[in-house]
């Protein structure tokens, strides 16, 4: 794998230059490396990356196209009213860019994404295509056992395909290295809390989301140089309102947006972009039965999300202690359009912001947008009415 | 040509049906007015009515409140009540109607409806259900209870798919104790489930009359009546009465040779809800052209039983497990719904096929056009494609829509009669894995 720049504009351009480009030339960088290896792409938001890489195949955390591809077929086939990520998923399939994927998965996340499944199943009938029910009921111990069970018919699917067997010291192994991912992204995360001068969201949403195409280990050195660079570097402090972002967990704002947002007065303190990278708020433990480590860990240990229901915690009192947390002033909804669950969680958000006196700000994009002026107006409107209350 | 046709039959069992709602409403109102008996409110998909039934719990169901405003024409203001709360235009209006009516105490019948003494959610396919109940019991400040049920994946549930829901409706029913301050009864569960098998014996029986030519009911408007009683009195000896009634009814008509229409004159298959905000001005552009339909994808949203599964006492909360997880059409898997579409065209022997795309419902709607495809295109069937919403008024576009019906039956009329050896020419050319509609594996009651 090509090493990045020490340089860190350098290598946050690098990344930002990979997440654009559909022919993911990592990926078949990889196979060329790995002759007969298999590579299992996932539908957002999150999949058990665990078990495919301890099957010796690589998982690529699939999100959409941006503004890169025209849909020639997708429309037809899915109509108005359903989201883009869903429709340039479908695009990319039928336009052969996912043909180096050996398999794809999608989970429970929403109604568009799981028919869109089958849809592509129908499409290319070549691959494999497999829906993982990730379950709904946190309480007691049923929703651990099945989980377990789910994750062993995917580790069936996996050993036939890749012909290798999966052990647990392998799952326990890979357990250990995405732990330290996710350890490495939180602390890029609590440096930017701290010194959002010192590393722009941006900088750390493309260095983040290069780790969709890439193998874990190498993201990890690259996580790891730019925590070493960081403290080094310098940045000027701007008039800015603290926010959190939320709501752009799985469809994903234009980068140019993200700029946007930063570049109108907004200080990002937290945000849930590319969730699936970030979700448990804790290791899951490497030793005992990894696989009911994985699903307790799910249930247990995962961060809130409009597409994981966990009514022992309701997302809309997390969210104002992400806010707390953060020092934030504000919360900025970055939903996409036709996102129902992000849709349906805002009413409560919205009615928990208001009561705790916090203000908010609404947007709704598309992945494929490209010009901002609006976008820009709406923020620094916000910003204004904050800064010069 | 188009007949001028406006009126269908409509015989005994639709008085009947309208008492029995027009009583479960007043149920409802008496429980809100003494807390007697307690309401669980639940989803209609998958629905296990027998278990409320084995202790005495009254049905509550959201949609079919929301439904209700929506026939009636009283949907919009309590849509426009839950947009100012900040549900999105794009959010299913089912859920706004249904809580927007909540907040402002509009009820469909005028009477008052109970506060849930439990929000179950039986999380059948619909990721929405999710949502609306999280948002009642936060609401109404009611308990809620999460019924996670495994999406269909695989061509049958599997042993730990059956186990995790079997585990979870004992966890249910400690639930149900505490609510209804009732023990569990397994005698009085085994009855209710028992009175099940019979209700969905004879919907069978009744749904496989439509084969008949011409049909003597349309499977989905007439069926949305039966409905009703299917999901809230399926249970209960009620249930079997009226469905011994209907049966009854409708044999007699085939004896008669009498159909919906005076004359049929194309038997179609209908995907999708319907737009219940102009129900009749739908059912009329169908009756415009003596167009029946003969099966339909919506009547098995609660159920899908013409396939032969039945609730068995003997094994009550596997039963119950096996309606959740596979036998109704919303958790089981797009290809599976092609492949049930396929049969009705086939073997209740339709002329073609309308989808309704509704704004509302992506579970139904998301990838309708590459059924279209795939019904055009794989199978050579005529495919009507149309658009609007299941509860918003504002998506119904009455001229557009009467249009294309117009111009898809004036052509039907001019097409040649398939025959059955070009139907499986086209299916043979289909990418779709031939995954049978029921699984060999399921109890079949006899």
């Known amino acids: ?389 | 040509m188009a007949t001028s046709e406006k009126m269908e039959y409509r015989g005994q069992i639709h008085q009947l049906q309208k008492d029995m709602m027009v009583e479960w409403y007043q149920k409802l109102n008496e429980s809100a007015l003494t807390g007697k008996p307690p309401a669980v409110s639940l989803m209609i998909s998958g629905n296990c009515i027998e278990l409320l039934e084995a202790f005495d719990l009254l049905p509550l169901y959201p949609e079919v409140n929301a439904l209700q405003l929506a026939i009636r024409r009283q949907s919009l203001e309590p849509i426009l009540i839950a947009e100012e709360m900040g549900y999105a235009t794009d959010n299913c209006a089912y859920v706004k109607a249904d809580i927007g009516a909540m907040v402002k105490g509009i009820t469909p019948a005028g009477g008052k409806l109970p506060v849930a003494s439990l929000a179950l959610c039986n999380f059948v396919g619909c990721n929405v259900y999710t949502k609306w109940f999280e948002h009642i019991a936060e609401f109404q400040k009611s308990p809620l209870f999460m019924l996670d049920v495994p999406f269909l994946r695989t061509d049958s549930p599997s042993k730990d798919d059956i186990a995790y829901v079997v585990r979870q409706l004992h966890d249910l029913v400690k639930e149900l104790e505490k609510i209804s301050g009732k023990k569990f009864d397994m005698d009085r569960f085994r009855e209710a489930v028992r009175n099940s098998a019979k209700v969905e014996d004879l919907w069978s029986q009744i749904k496989h009359l439509s084969k008949k030519k011409p049909s003597p009911f349309d499977a989905f408007f007439d069926c949305i009546s039966l409905m009703g009683p299917l999901y809230v009195y399926r249970a209960n000896p009620r249930g079997v009465h009226f469905f011994e009634v209907a049966l009854k009814e409708y044999q007699d008509m085939v004896a008669r040779g009498q159909g919906t229409f005076e004359k049929e004159k194309y038997r179609v298959v209908l995907e999708g809800p319907p737009p219940y905000p102009f129900f009749r001005t739908f059912r009329d552009m169908f009756a415009k052209w003596g167009a029946c339909a003969v099966a339909s994808t919506y009547s098995t949203v609660g159920g899908l039983w013409e396939f032969g599964f039945r609730h068995d006492p003997a094994e009550p909360f596997e039963a119950i497990a096996l309606h959740m997880i596979e036998n109704n059409v919303t958790n089981r898997n797009y290809l599976q719904r092609y492949d049930q579409i396929r049969k009705y065209v086939d073997e209740w022997e339709a002329d073609g096929l309308i989808i309704h795309f509704v704004k509302s419902c992506r579970l139904f709607s998301a990838g309708q056009g590459d059924m279209r495809d795939y019904f055009t295109k794989e199978l050579g069937i005529p495919t009507l494609y149309l658009e609007s919403d299941i509860e918003d008024p504002r998506y119904f576009s009455e001229a557009q829509i009467k249009n294309r019906m117009d111009a898809f039956f004036e052509s039907l009329g001019h097409a040649p009669a398939r025959t059955a050896a070009q139907l499986s020419a086209g299916r043979a050319g289909s990418g779709i894995p031939m995954v049978p509609v029921q699984s060999p594996k399921l109890r079949v009651l006899n």
């Open chain 1, 1 to 389: 794998m090509e090493v990045l720049s020490s340089n860190l504009e350098r290598t946050f351009d690098q990344c930002a230059e990979l997440l654009r480009d559909l022919t993911f030339p990592t990926v078949a960088a990889w196979k060329q490396e790995h002759p007969g290896a298999k590579v299992i792409g996932y539908f957002p938001v999150y999949a058990p990356s665990e078990i495919i890489h301890a099957c010796g195949m690589l998982p690529v955390a699939l999100h959409g196209a941006g503004d890169g591809l025209e849909l020639q077929h997708a429309d037809a086939r899915f109509g108005s009213f359903i989201c883009s990520i869903v429709k340039s998923t479908l695009e990319l399939a039928m336009t052969d860019r996912l043909a180096q994927m050996d398999g794809l998965l999608f989970s429970t996340i929403c109604d568009s994404a799981r028919n869109l499944a089958w849809v592509i199943k129908r499409n290319q009938p070549g691959i494999y295509v497999d829906f993982l029910h990730l379950p709904h009921n946190p309480n007691g111990t049923a929703s651990h056992v099945f989980l377990a069970s789910e994750y062993r018919r995917l580790i069936g699917h996996l050993e036939e395909l890749s012909g290798n067997k999966i052990t647990d010291e392998a799952l326990r192994n890979s357990i250990a290295i995405y732990n330290e991912n996710r350890r490495l992204l939180t602390r890029l995360y609590d440096f930017r809390m701290e010194h959002p001068e010192r590393l722009r969201t941006w900088e750390l949403y493309v260095l983040m989301r290069a780790g969709n195409f890439i193998p874990v280990e190498t993201h990890n050195e690259w996580l790891r140089g730019v925590l070493e660079e960081l403290p080094g570097r310098t940045g000027k402090k701007r008039d800015a309102i603290r926010v959190v972002i939320e709501g752009s967990f799985c469809e994903q704002p234009p980068l140019d947006l993200i700029k946007v947002m930063e570049e109108a007065g907004c200080t990002i303190a937290d945000d849930d972009f590319i969730l699936g990278r970030r979700w448990f708020n804790a290791d899951i433990p490497v030793e005992g039965d990894p696989l009911m480590n994985m699903a307790e860990s799910y249930q247990d240990r995962s961060v809130y999300s409009s597409v994981r229901h966990d009514f022992r915690n309701p997302r809309h009192k997390q969210l104002l202690e992400k806010v707390k947390h953060a020092k934030a002033q504000a919360v900025v909804f970055l939903t996409a359009k036709f996102c129902e669950p992000a849709c349906f969680d805002y009413v409560l958000f919205k009615r928990e912001l208001e009561a705790a006196k916090i203000p908010h700000l609404p947007l709704e994009f598309e992945e494929k947008a490209y010009t901002f002026d609006r976008f820009r107006m709406e923020v620094e409107t916000f910003v204004e009415s904050l800064l010069f209350e």
